[in-house]
């Protein structure tokens, strides 16, 4: 079963950056940019500083770390697209940013088909 959870009012994130949120156990990346959130996996899968709050560039969040940097839209490792960081479906309902989480128990149309590295599904908010 796949729900929205409310996130955060909108306006919490300021144009052009990234804040981290906790949803439904795990840390979640709400990006603002151009008018239009993202939300993704807020845990660098190097080393697991908050990517959040990294340095937000043309749809790319930049690992505070060491500088890797991943696609707002759809998870991909900029070096190296064929690894990924999940994604979320994100809306604004009534004033609220909200962000749709799968449960574990339910794979996505990708995990369903492939061994890859998870992806976002094809249901990122782009």
């Known amino acids: 079963m796949s729900n929205f959870f409310k996130v955060a009012k909108e306006g919490a994130v300021p144009e052009g950056e990234g804040r981290?949120?906790?949803?439904?156990?795990?840390?979640?990346?709400?990006?603002?940019?151009?008018?239009?959130?993202?939300?993704?996996?807020?845990?660098?899968?190097h080393m697991g500083a908050s990517l959040a709050s990294g340095y937000v560039e043309d749809h790319a969040v930049s690992c505070p770390w060491h500088a890797w940097r991943f696609s707002v839209k759809d998870g991909t490792w900029l070096d190296n697209p064929k690894i990924k960081t999940d994604c979320y479906p994100v809306r604004v309902e009534a004033g609220m940013i909200e962000v749709q989480i799968h449960d574990k128990k339910e794979p996505t149309s990708d995990e369903a088909t492939s061994d890859d590295t998870p992806s976002c599904g094809g249901t990122c908010s782009e």
């Open 20 to 45: 981290s949120f906790a949803v439904e156990g795990r840390m979640v990346g709400i990006y603002l940019l151009d008018g239009e959130y993202f939300a993704m996996n807020d845990f660098c899968p």
